[in-house]
C-alpha cells in the first residue's frame, strides 16, 4: 500500500507560498505558508502539523476499532481528536508531541479493558509508529 501526495512551492520561505494535492483527489492545491504554520495566520489552508495530526486522529481511531474488534467489542463511535506541537529543539523546529483524545461509544466493555485496548491502540497504529514524539492519550466512554 502506497500514499502519494505532493507539494509545490514557490518563493522564499517567509513570503513563498504552496500548495499540497493528494494524488486520490482527497484535496487539491491546498494552500500552505510561513505565515499560516509558524505564525498561527487566520485564513484558508492547512499546515504540515495539521495533517499529521488529522493522520493519527484517523489511523489511531482505525486502530482502535480493530483492537476493540479482536476483543468482541463494536464501537458505536470513535471521536477522536489529535493536537500536534511544534517547538524548537537545538534550534530547530520539531514536531515533539503528539496528544490524542478519544471519546467513545462502545456497548458492553467497562473501563479497564477500554483502557487496556486503547493503550495497546496508541502504540501499534502505524502514525503513532512512525512518529518519533512523545504520544499521550486521554481517552474515555461517553
Known amino acids: 500500500m502506497k500514499s502519494i501526495a505532493s507539494a509545490v512551492w514557490e518563493g522564499t520561505l517567509k513570503e ?9 483527489g482527497a484535496f487539491s492545491a491546498t494552500p500552505y505558508s510561513f505565515a499560516k504554520r509558524f505564525e ?5 489552508g492547512t499546515t504540515p502539523e495539521e495533517l499529521i495530526a488529522a493522520a493519527h486522529a484517523a ?3 482505525m486502530a482502535t476499532s480493530a483492537e476493540l474488534s479482536k476483543a468482541g467489542f463494536t464501537a458505536t463511535r470513535l471521536e ?14 520539531t514536531v515533539t508531541k503528539s496528544h ?4 467513545a461509544t462502545v456497548p458492553g466493555v467497562d473501563d479497564a479493558k477500554f483502557q487496556e485496548i486503547v493503550a495497546g ?5 502505524p502514525i503513532s509508529r512512525l512518529l518519533k ?10
Open 100 to 103: 490524542l483524545v478519544l471519546r
Open 133 to 142: 514524539a512523545e504520544i499521550t492519550l486521554d481517552a474515555s466512554l461517553i
Open 59 to 61: 489511523c489511531f481511531s
Open 16 to 24: 513563498g507560498k504552496g500548495t499540497i494535492t493528494a494524488a486520490n
Open 121 to 125: 491502540s496508541k502504540a501499534g497504529c
Open 80 to 93: 477522536t481528536s489529535a493536537t500536534v506541537t511544534l517547538e524548537p529543539v537545538d534550534g530547530k523546529p
Open 40 to 44: 498561527g495566520a487566520a485564513g484558508p
